[in-house]
């Protein structure tokens, strides 16, 4: 028990009894501050609730409905103005649309008031201008249906005067050519003058005429009532045309008994069917221009109604604002209230955690962590051989005895550790050793090809000048047989009188396989040429710059590394490809140099075609049969350079090769297929004669190598370079 007490005494020296009181001391003023800030939310929460259900739906519903109310109003006019029924229907959809959100605010408004005589108001306002819209709705559908049946009724009418005109014209014609000839018809003989030119003719001509006149005014005092504007002139067309129908019928009366009376007295009852009769042309007329009266009316009605109903909601919206307003005033007088609270209590709690950082946390504690932290920082440095001081009875005191125990194993861990880095650092030496061995013996091996390749260029150059004495003997010889072939081509010509003709078509026949046999061995002679020269061009060093036509020097390389594979692997073949602009011009370069960059990348290209045969043939035998490989050379003046690409569908390079092809030494390829000197000796070439030469290339289908030259070299000599 004894114990228990003295540990408790002792405790309250350590820094966690001081952290709880400074920490519980903080959580006390936080809770009053919560406390506080609970109580002056909560009335702000009431208020703004009553703000937020009464207040502010009131004067929502208010807004939405002087807005609605404003949109309905405008619609009735467009609702009027439809000319067709889908514009007629997209105008209805609309209006039904915010009647639908009117009637919506409006149950809002109800739900949010208090009700009143405002409210009531606002109520029948509403109804008035449905019930008006709906109105103008039917009026303006009975509207489009007689609108439709006038406008059948102008079509028949037009019908119905075009019919009466086939009929009448020629009835009236027919009727004065036989009042005044006596033919009714054609191949019979003439009457009577008594009888033709008679009055009974001579009046059935007269009602013939007045017929189609009478005609012709019905149909105009129908067609003009169609244009009319005023409802008070369709009344005496009416009766004008109930005149017109007295005259004709009189005259279809004198007619009777007429071959074309009948179809005309069918054509006239109708058209006094389609004016004058019930549903016809005058009453349809009539009771268009009623609705529109009507509908005239209501608008105006709308308008009044609108404005009346705007000002009940703005003086709804006014009382709401006014109560929102009074309800503002009580929350900020208790937001007031609350902060003046929270800054007391927010001070004393500043004033105490500033008492308590700088007697407890400044004095106590920072000054002996910031001590141990420095020690620790110094040990940090390797001063592992100064005691850590600890002094009292708190965490800090325990930390530096840790720190102390700590320094005295890493003091023997750092005598260790030394041991063991030198011998690391003995390794390491060793390990380098080795690399620098293994890259001199590769550099070895590496210079006894270049050996190897210098004598064989050497022996090359050799066999190229034994090869050209027979085969300057072969091309002289060749040249000689032609002149001769020519001689005696004129000896022929000059005794063909003598010799018959089937002798002579032998003997031309054989010159001829002769000479064609001469230009064969002169053309391929004069290819075996080309070869040897690059052979010896290729065992010589040179640095002068001289014309060089590029596109011959690339076919010419091309063709020496194309025998050159053949001859390696007869097996292999690839198709070579040439697209050269003749536009190209000769250059200032060191054809040599240039030959040795084309004929490495020719020589890259067939081996590239070849891994990639040889690599088919045993993953994939059948897709081998289809593998066909190729080489495309091409060259074009673009500006100022001249650009040159060599592009196979061999294996391609992955992008780390990329990164490496041009460094010295670097290689994929066998030591008896090469070095690693090629791409980059390529690259010395090229830049050496002012150009870039760049790679593009995709894995398993494609390598394109680009070399870009100017047209004028721009240095005054070029350094030779080596095999």
Not at 153 to 164: N, P, V
Not at 661 to 681: D, E, Q, V
């Given at each position: 028990?004894?114990?228990?007490?003295?540990?408790?005494?002792?405790?309250?020296?350590?820094?966690?009894?001081?952290?709880?009181?400074?920490?519980?001391?903080?959580?006390?003023?936080?809770?009053?501050?919560?406390?506080?800030?609970?109580?002056?939310?909560?009335?702000?929460?009431?208020?703004?609730?009553?703000?937020?259900?009464?207040?502010?739906?009131?004067?929502?519903?208010?807004?939405?409905?002087?807005?609605?109310?404003?949109?309905?109003?405008?619609?009735?006019?467009?609702?009027?103005?439809?000319?067709?029924?889908?514009?007629?229907?997209?105008?209805?959809?609309?209006?039904?649309?915010?009647?639908?959100?009117?009637?919506?605010?409006?149950?809002?408004?109800?739900?949010?008031?208090?009700?009143?005589?405002?409210?009531?108001?606002?109520?029948?306002?509403?109804?008035?201008?449905?019930?008006?819209?709906?109105?103008?709705?039917?009026?303006?559908?009975?509207?489009?249906?007689?609108?439709?049946?006038?406008?059948?009724?102008?079509?028949?009418?037009?019908?119905?005067?075009?019919?009466?005109?086939?009929?009448?014209?020629?009835?009236?014609?027919?009727?004065?050519?036989?009042?005044?000839?006596?033919?009714?018809?054609?191949?019979?003989?003439?009457?009577?003058?008594?009888?033709?030119?008679?009055?009974?003719?001579?009046?059935?001509?007269?009602?013939?005429?007045?017929?189609?006149?009478?005609?012709n005014t019905a149909t105009q005092l129908l067609a003009s009532a169609f244009t009319v504007s005023d409802s008070a002139f369709i009344e005496p067309l009416r009766e004008r045309s109930e005149a017109a129908r007295g005259r004709i019928e009189r005259s279809l009366a004198v007619?009777?008994?007429?071959?074309?009376?009948?179809?005309?007295?069918?054509?006239?009852?109708?058209?006094?069917?389609?004016?004058?009769?019930?549903?016809?042309?005058?009453?349809?007329?009539?009771?268009?221009?009623?609705?529109?009266?009507?509908?005239?009316?209501?608008?105006?009605?709308?308008?009044?109604?609108?404005?009346?109903?705007?000002?009940?909601?703005?003086?709804?919206?006014?009382?709401?604002?006014?109560?929102?307003?009074?309800?503002?005033?009580?929350?900020?007088?208790?937001?007031?209230?609350?902060?003046?609270?929270?800054?007391?209590?927010?001070?004393?709690?500043?004033?105490?955690?500033?008492?308590?950082?700088?007697?407890?946390?400044?004095?106590?504690?920072?000054?002996?962590?910031?001590?141990?932290?420095?020690?620790?920082?110094?040990?940090?440095?390797?001063?592992?051989?100064?005691?850590v001081e600890i002094r009292g009875r708190d965490e800090v005191a325990e930390m530096a005895g840790a720190l102390e125990v700590f320094r005295q194993h890493a003091y023997e861990v750092q005598r260790l550790n030394l041991v063991e880095q030198l011998a690391g650092e003995l390794?390491?030496?060793?390990?380098?050793?080795?690399?620098?061995?293994?890259?001199?013996?590769?550099?070895?091996?590496?210079?006894?090809?270049?050996?190897?390749?210098?004598?064989?260029?050497?022996?090359?150059?050799?066999?190229?000048?034994?090869?050209?004495?027979?085969?300057?003997?072969?091309?002289?010889?060749?040249?000689?047989?032609?002149?001769?072939?020519?001689?005696?081509?004129?000896?022929?010509?000059?005794?063909?009188?003598?010799?018959?003709?089937?002798?002579?078509?032998?003997?031309?026949?054989?010159?001829?396989?002769?000479?064609?046999?001469?230009?064969?061995?002169?053309?391929?002679?004069?290819?075996?040429?080309?070869?040897?020269?690059?052979?010896?061009?290729?065992?010589?060093?040179?640095?002068?710059?001289?014309?060089?036509?590029?596109?011959?020097?690339?076919?010419?390389y091309t063709q020496l590394a194309y025998h050159s594979g053949r001859a390696t692997d007869p097996d292999m073949n690839i198709e070579i490809k040439a697209d050269f602009d003749p536009e190209v011009p000769p250059i200032q370069a060191v054809s040599q140099d240039l030959g040795?960059?084309?004929?490495?990348?020719?020589?890259?290209?067939?081996?590239?075609?070849?891994?990639?045969?040889?690599?088919?043939?045993?993953?994939?035998?059948?897709?081998?049969?289809?593998?066909?490989?190729?080489?495309?050379?091409?060259?074009?003046?673009?500006?100022?350079?001249?650009?040159?690409?060599?592009?196979?569908?061999?294996?391609?390079?992955?992008?780390?090769?990329?990164?490496?092809?041009?460094?010295?030494?670097?290689?994929?390829?066998?030591?008896?297929?090469?070095?690693?000197?090629?791409?980059?000796?390529?690259?010395?070439?090229?830049?050496?004669?002012?150009?870039?030469?760049?790679?593009?290339?995709?894995?398993?289908?494609?390598?394109?190598?680009?070399?870009?030259?100017?047209?004028?070299?721009?240095?005054?000599?070029?350094?030779?370079?080596?095999?």
């Amino acid at each position: 028990m004894i114990d228990k007490a003295r540990s408790l005494l002792e405790g309250r020296f350590r820094l966690s009894a001081q952290m709880y009181v400074g920490v519980g001391g903080a959580v006390a003023l936080t809770l009053s501050a919560s406390l506080v800030a609970w109580l002056s939310f909560d009335a702000i929460g009431d208020r703004t609730n009553r703000v937020r259900e009464e207040s502010v739906p009131e004067m929502v519903a208010s807004f939405g409905i002087a807005q609605y109310t404003g949109e309905l109003a405008a619609a009735a006019p467009r609702l009027t103005s439809a000319v067709t029924t889908s514009e007629f229907q997209q105008v209805v959809n609309l209006i039904d649309a915010n009647q639908s959100l009117f009637e919506q605010q409006l149950d809002l408004l109800t739900a949010a008031g208090d009700g009143g005589e405002r409210l009531t108001t606002i109520r029948q306002l509403a109804d008035q201008l449905i019930q008006s819209i709906e109105t103008i709705k039917a009026d303006k559908q009975e509207l489009l249906d007689l609108r439709n049946r006038t406008t059948a009724i102008s079509i028949e009418l037009s019908l119905l005067q075009q019919r009466l005109d086939d009929i009448l014209i020629p009835a009236i014609d027919d009727q004065l050519f036989y009042t005044m000839t006596g033919y009714s018809e054609l191949g019979g003989g003439p009457v009577s003058t008594q009888e033709h030119f008679s009055e009974t003719e001579f009046y059935r001509y007269r009602n013939v005429a007045d017929l189609q006149a009478a005609a012709n005014t019905a149909t105009q005092l129908l067609a003009s009532a169609f244009t009319v504007s005023d409802s008070a002139f369709i009344e005496p067309l009416r009766e004008r045309s109930e005149a017109a129908r007295g005259r004709i019928e009189r005259s279809l009366a004198v007619l009777r008994g007429t071959e074309y009376a009948p179809p005309i007295a069918l054509i006239f009852n109708r058209l006094f069917d389609i004016s004058l009769g019930s549903g016809g042309g005058f009453e349809l007329l009539a009771r268009t221009h009623e609705l529109n009266q009507r509908q005239n009316e209501l608008l105006g009605l709308n308008r009044e109604v609108a404005v009346a109903l705007v000002d009940e909601v703005d003086g709804l919206v006014q009382s709401a604002e006014t109560s929102v307003s009074v309800e503002s005033e009580a929350t900020e007088q208790s937001i007031l209230q609350g902060r003046l609270l929270l800054v007391a209590i927010a001070t004393l709690s500043i004033v105490g955690a500033f008492l308590i950082v700088w007697l407890f946390v400044g004095k106590v504690l920072l000054r002996r962590i910031q001590t141990l932290s420095n020690r620790m920082l110094r040990m940090a440095d390797g001063d592992l051989e100064t005691e850590v001081e600890i002094r009292g009875r708190d965490e800090v005191a325990e930390m530096a005895g840790a720190l102390e125990v700590f320094r005295q194993h890493a003091y023997e861990v750092q005598r260790l550790n030394l041991v063991e880095q030198l011998a690391g650092e003995l390794q390491g030496k060793n390990d380098e050793l080795e690399r620098v061995l293994d890259d001199l013996q590769n550099a070895q091996d590496q210079i006894i090809t270049q050996g190897k390749l210098a004598a064989l260029g050497e022996l090359t150059a050799g066999v190229a000048h034994e090869i050209r004495n027979p085969l300057n003997f072969v091309n002289n010889f060749s040249e000689a047989s032609g002149e001769l072939l020519e001689e005696l081509q004129e000896i022929l010509d000059e005794i063909a009188d003598d010799v018959d003709d089937e002798q002579m078509e032998y003997i031309q026949e054989v010159t001829g396989d002769i000479a064609g046999n001469m230009v064969r061995i002169k053309s391929h002679g004069d290819r075996a040429n080309r070869i040897v020269h690059g052979m010896l061009a290729m065992g010589r060093e040179s640095t002068e710059l001289q014309q060089t036509d590029l596109n011959a020097l690339i076919e010419e390389y091309t063709q020496l590394a194309y025998h050159s594979g053949r001859a390696t692997d007869p097996d292999m073949n690839i198709e070579i490809k040439a697209d050269f602009d003749p536009e190209v011009p000769p250059i200032q370069a060191v054809s040599q140099d240039l030959g040795r960059v084309f004929l490495n990348l020719v020589t890259n290209s067939w081996h590239a075609t070849e891994d990639k045969r040889d690599a088919l043939r045993e993953q994939d035998p059948e897709a081998a049969k289809t593998y066909f490989p190729g080489l495309f050379t091409s060259t074009r003046l673009i500006g100022e350079d001249i650009e040159i690409r060599f592009r196979d569908n061999g294996t391609g390079m992955p992008q780390d090769v990329v990164d490496k092809i041009f460094n010295p030494f670097f290689t994929t390829k066998a030591t008896s297929r090469g070095t690693g000197l090629g791409l980059s000796l390529v690259m010395d070439i090229v830049r050496s004669h002012g150009g870039t030469i760049e790679v593009e290339t995709d894995p398993g289908e494609f390598t394109e190598f680009i070399i870009r030259l100017p047209k004028h070299n721009p240095a005054s000599g070029v350094p030779a370079t080596s095999t």
